[in-house]
């Protein structure tokens, strides 16, 4: 994983939390972690990675920049979920 995608990760799991994360960022970071993603024709994007699967709304407002707490925290209980939450967040 690049030093790029380990900053997104580390800003997923900071506090307080950035409100300046892009969506884009977050799919890079979720590929190279090795995740499949598929967008659906209901903009959302389903994640299947390390047996998991979860399914997250495509944000569009403000720069397609995640916003609300609620959508990062959704991101942050999957790579848990999936064992990657980074070392700094215990």
């Known amino acids: 994983m690049s030093h790029h995608h380990e900053h997104t990760l580390q800003q997923l799991f900071s506090h307080p939390t950035p409100h300046n994360i892009h969506w884009r960022d977050v799919v ?3 590929e ?5 993603c598929e967008e659906t024709k209901k903009e959302h994007l389903k994640v299947k990675l390390k047996g998991h699967e979860m399914t997250f709304n495509v944000p ?3 720069g397609h920049a995640l ?3 609620h959508e990062i925290s959704e991101i942050r209980k999957f790579l848990k979920l999936c064992g990657l939450a980074p070392q700094a967040a215990h």
């Open 60 to 62: 569009h407002a403000h």
């Open 28 to 30: 890079h970071m979720f």
């Open 67 to 69: 916003q609300d707490n």
């Open 32 to 36: 190279a972690l090795g995740a499949t």
